[in-house]
Nanobody, 124 residues
Framework: QVQVVESGGGVVQRGGSLRLSCTAS????????LGWFRQTPGKEREFVAT?????????YYANSVKGRFTVSGDSATNTVYLQMNDLKPEDTAIYYC????????????????WGQGTQVTVSS
């Protein structure tokens, strides 16, 4: 059984910073990507950033967070972090971590393991 657990959400003012953590445990040997998504009420869950250890160490970002968010990870501990700087009210969402075979598989609805989510609220 694979388990994905996020932590680090909270309330912060505009321009502030938060750091999210995500750890996967259990049978994770066939998975190489830990990614972050976010979702607000009434909207689709959207991709934020990911670390992909397929063939090395690669990171990918959504355009909306480039330059403000930094994703990093440690394959030895199956942990990924999301450092979020210069936060904006539009970053308010539930942030989810997903374990997948690779970055390409993150968007696949029928595979991967999701965490329970952590709330991030940015006040204006």
């Amino acid at each position: 059984q694979v388990q994905v657990v996020e932590s680090g959400g909270g309330v912060v003012q505009r321009g502030g910073s938060l750091r999210l953590s995500c750890t996967a445990s259990g049978r994770t040997s066939e998975t190489n990507a830990l990614g972050w998504f976010r979702q607000t009420p009434g909207k689709e869950r959207e991709f934020v950033a990911t670390v992909d250890w397929t063939g090395g160490y690669n990171t990918y970002y959504a355009n909306s967070v480039k330059g403000r968010f930094t994703v990093s990870g440690d394959s030895a501990t199956n942990t990924v972090y999301l450092q979020m700087n210069d936060l904006k009210p539009e970053d308010t969402a539930i942030y989810y971590c997903k374990l997948a075979r690779s970055a390409v598989w993150l968007e696949d609805r029928d595979s991967g393991v999701w965490g329970q989510g952590t709330q991030v609220t940015v006040s204006s």
